[in-house]
């Protein structure tokens, strides 16, 4: 008798690579000028274990690329409030969506995996009065078809501004009439009335039409601020009588101060100094 023993073998077919996204929205809030708004949200991706993949953020809806990105909104929804997305804690590492350059790649552990985003609008930054979003595509990439998710981003922009000014330097006072002048730095939301005043310095008894510096023993040097270049209306803060009036571009604004000590004060020599608070009301 004769036996035949047939040995079957078979393969188990490799699962096939598959990966799955989603995000959580970036929600900034209430945003004003001057300080840079940090946030953050995630990205979380599930896939097939050993899958290798790369995770991509989109441009947005509206911008260029992949660097400052444009929430759209404000008065008449055609303005913009840019920020940028990055993948890293330092905020200094774009995160775009051109695999190998500005992407984040990853291996998939067949559990879920979750990414940081790092989101941030610039100080610099000056939106219009309004709330702004953008929606963000995100694109799970690799040897599988490819797997998308969206966030959206947005902010609100309440009115806001900033203010920063220059030293006045007179020089050496000799008796002579002497000028010269400072520079005020306003940066408004765009449509933000404001009004800007000085005023009366540290000396004592000195006010917003008799400003003095103070020297040597308290000895003081009488001086004059003025908002226009023919020294004739005084720059003081009563909002409404003496201070300077204006409304925010989104961008920044400069005021000339003109200052003036006039002729004639014979005082002992040294140095004289006063120190001007300048205060923007909106």
Request: charged share 5%.
């Amino acid at each position: 008798m004769a036996a035949l023993l047939l040995l079957v073998c078979y393969a188990r077919p490799a699962a096939a690579a598959n990966c799955s996204a989603s995000a959580s929205t970036i929600a900034f809030g209430v945003y004003t000028e001057g300080n840079a708004a940090n946030f953050t949200g995630t990205v979380t991706v599930t896939c097939t274990s050993g899958t290798s993949y790369k995770v991509g953020l989109n441009a947005g809806l509206n911008s260029p690329d992949g660097k400052q990105r444009d929430m759209y909104g404000g008065n008449g929804g055609q303005n913009t409030l840019n920020y940028s997305l990055y993948s890293d804690a330092g905020r200094t590492t774009y995160w775009g969506n051109t695999p190998g350059t500005n992407t984040v790649a990853g291996i998939g552990t067949g559990n879920a995996q979750t990414y940081t985003i790092y989101a941030q609008i610039p100080a610099t930054d000056l939106g219009a009065l309004g709330n702004y979003a953008d929606t963000i595509t995100v694109y799970i990439t690799g040897s599988f078809t490819t797997a998308t998710a969206q966030f959206s981003v947005n902010a609100s922009v309440i009115a806001g501004c900033g203010i920063s000014a220059t030293a006045m330097n007179f020089g050496n006072y000799a008796g002579t009439v002497a000028n010269s002048t400072s520079i005020v730095t306003i940066s408004c939301t765009s449509g933000t009335t404001y009004n800007v005043g000085l005023n009366a310095g540290t000396a004592t008894g000195a006010t917003v039409t008799t400003r003095k510096m103070t020297g040597p023993s308290s000895a003081t040097l009488s001086y004059a601020l003025y908002s226009n270049s023919g020294l004739t209306i005084n720059w003081g803060n009563i909002v409404g009588i003496n201070t300077v009036a204006g409304a925010g571009t989104g961008h920044a604004q400069f005021l000339t101060v003109y200052g003036r000590i006039a002729a004639g004060q014979y005082l002992r020599p040294g140095s004289y100094s006063d120190t001007i608070t300048a205060s923007i009301t909106y």
